[in-house]
C-alpha cells in the first residue's frame, strides 16, 4: 500500500469526486472520515458510498454531542453573530472536523489531510490553519482547489466515472448542515437581486404558509447554557433537534445575508438557522436580566470579536482561549426561564424569570410600592451633567460658529426662527 490521505467527506458533489481525484492525481489510498454534526443523513449510504467510489476505508463518527458541548455552546454563551446575522453554524462544524482529522491521520498513519473547499471559500481557511495548528507535520490537500474545473465540468467529471452525485445543473445548489444550520449557496442563488426560491429552502416554512396561530415555548437556562424546554429536561442535541422543529414550523430562521468573506470577496449566503435564532434570541433576553450595564456592553464587543476568530478559523488560537474564559466567567448568574412567541417567521421573547435578576419590581414601577427616591435625581442630574456645563460655558458659548455648530456649522443654520421684537 502507498501513502494515505484522510479526506474529510460529506457525500457531496466535490468530495465524491475528490475521492477519484486524489488517486488519479497523487495515486495514494483515501480513507473517508465523514462526521454527524446533526446532518440527518443515512451514513451508511454515505460510507457505502465512499468505498465504491474507491476508498479503501470509509469511517463515520457520531460528534453530535461533543459539536453541542465543545462549540455551539459556547458560541450560544458568547451570542456569536458574524457580521450580526450568520450564527456560525458552518464555521462552528470546522475546527471539529479538524481536530478528528488529525486524529484519524495520526491513527491511521497518513501522511496527508484533504477536503473539497475551493479556493475561493472560507472553509479552506478554517481546514488548513487548524490542520496545521494541531499537527504541523501533516500536508493539506485539496482537490477543489487546484483542479480548476467548473461546476458543470465537475459534474461531467463524475458522470464519466460513473460517480454517484447529489445535484444536476438544473438543481446546483451546494448545502451544508449541521445541528446549528444549514447554508444553501450557488445557482440562482449569486444574483443578490433574486429572491431565494422555495426549493432552497428546507428546514423552514414560508412564513405566510406557517400557522395562523402563535405558539408560546419556554426555554430553561442553566449559566447560560439551555437545559429545557417547556419544564422538561433535555440534553443539548434533543433541544436543538426539537427547537429547529417548532422554530422551523413557524418560519422562524431564514436568513438572507451578503457576506465579506476572510479572502476579501463579498458572496450572498443563503441561512436556515431555527433553534440558533430563537436560542440566541432568548440568552440574550436572559442576560439583560442578570448582568449589568458595563458587562453588558463589554460582552457584545467581545461577541464581535469571538465571531470574528471562528468566522476567520482562529479557534484553536490563545486569543479565543483567553476571551472565552471571560464568556464563560461571564456565564455565572445566567441562569433562568425565558418565555417566546413563534408566530409567521418571528420569534418574541414575552417573558423571563431569572433567581439572580438584577431587575428590582420595586425601583421600577410607577404604581403603589415605588421605592425610588425621586427627590435624589436632581441632585444626580446636577453632578452628572456639571463636565458638560462646565465646557459648554467656556468653549462652546464662545464659540464663533455658535452653539449649535456642534450640530451644524452656522452657515448651514439657515432656517432658524427669527428673534421676534418686543
Request: glycine share 8%.
Amino acid at each position: 500500500m502507498g501513502e494515505k490521505v484522510v479526506l474529510a467527506y460529506s457525500g457531496g458533489l466535490d468530495t465524491s469526486v475528490a475521492v477519484r481525484w486524489l488517486k488519479e492525481k497523487y495515486n495514494v489510498d483515501v480513507i473517508t472520515l465523514t462526521l454527524d454534526v446533526g446532518n440527518e443523513k443515512d451514513f451508511t449510504v454515505v460510507r457505502e458510498k465512499a468505498l465504491k467510489i474507491g476508498a479503501i476505508k470509509a469511517i463515520v463518527i457520531d460528534a453530535k454531542e461533543m459539536f453541542v458541548k465543545y462549540f455551539l455552546w459556547p458560541a450560544l454563551q458568547a451570542n456569536a453573530l458574524y457580521e450580526g446575522q450568520y450564527p456560525l453554524a458552518t464555521a462552528l462544524s470546522r475546527p471539529l472536523m479538524a481536530k478528528l482529522l488529525v486524529d484519524t491521520a495520526l491513527e491511521e498513519g497518513a501522511t496527508y489531510i484533504a477536503h473539497g473547499c475551493t479556493g475561493k471559500g472560507n472553509d479552506q481557511v478554517r481546514f488548513d490553519v487548524g490542520v496545521h495548528a494541531l499537527a504541523p507535520q501533516l500536508k493539506v490537500l485539496a482537490p477543489a482547489r487546484e483542479w480548476g474545473m467548473t461546476r458543470a465540468e465537475t459534474i461531467a467529471y463524475a458522470k464519466k466515472r460513473n460517480i454517484p452525485i447529489p445535484v444536476t445543473l438544473k438543481s446546483p445548489y451546494s448545502i451544508d448542515e449541521c445541528l446549528w444550520g444549514r447554508s444553501i449557496e450557488t445557482g440562482v442563488l449569486e444574483d443578490p437581486w433574486v429572491e431565494p426560491p422555495e426549493d432552497a429552502f428546507a428546514w423552514t416554512k414560508s412564513p405566510d404558509k406557517a400557522p395562523n396561530k402563535p405558539v408560546y415555548i419556554e426555554i430553561g437556562f442553566d449559566k447560560g447554557i439551555p437545559i429545557s424546554l417547556d419544564g422538561r429536561e433535555m440534553d443539548g442535541v434533543a433541544l436543538i433537534q426539537r427547537m429547529n422543529e417548532l422554530a422551523g414550523e413557524h418560519g422562524i430562521g431564514r436568513i438572507d445575508h451578503i457576506e465579506n468573506r476572510l479572502v476579501g470577496i463579498k458572496s450572498r449566503e443563503i441561512y436556515e438557522a431555527p433553534a440558533a435564532t430563537v436560542l440566541l434570541q432568548a440568552h440574550q433576553a436572559l442576560e439583560a436580566m442578570t448582568l449589568s450595564k458595563d458587562q453588558l456592553r463589554f460582552k457584545q464587543k467581545v461577541a464581535i470579536e469571538i465571531a470574528d476568530i471562528i468566522y476567520n478559523g482562529l479557534w484553536f488560537s490563545s486569543q479565543n482561549r483567553d476571551l472565552s474564559a471571560y464568556i464563560r466567567s461571564s456565564q455565572r448568574y445566567v441562569t433562568g426561564t425565558i418565555r417566546v412567541k413563534l408566530f409567521k417567521g418571528h420569534a418574541m421573547v414575552v417573558g423571563r424569570t431569572a433567581p439572580k435578576s438584577l431587575y428590582n419590581l420595586s425601583l421600577a414601577t410607577y404604581d403603589k410600592g415605588d421605592k425610588f427616591d425621586q427627590s435624589m435625581s436632581v441632585g444626580f442630574i446636577h453632578i452628572w451633567g456639571l463636565p458638560v456645563a462646565i465646557q459648554a460655558q467656556v468653549q462652546l458659548l464662545s464659540d464663533t460658529e455658535g452653539p449649535l455648530s456642534i450640530i451644524a456649522p452656522k452657515k448651514q443654520l439657515k432656517g432658524r426662527p427669527k428673534k421676534r421684537k418686543s
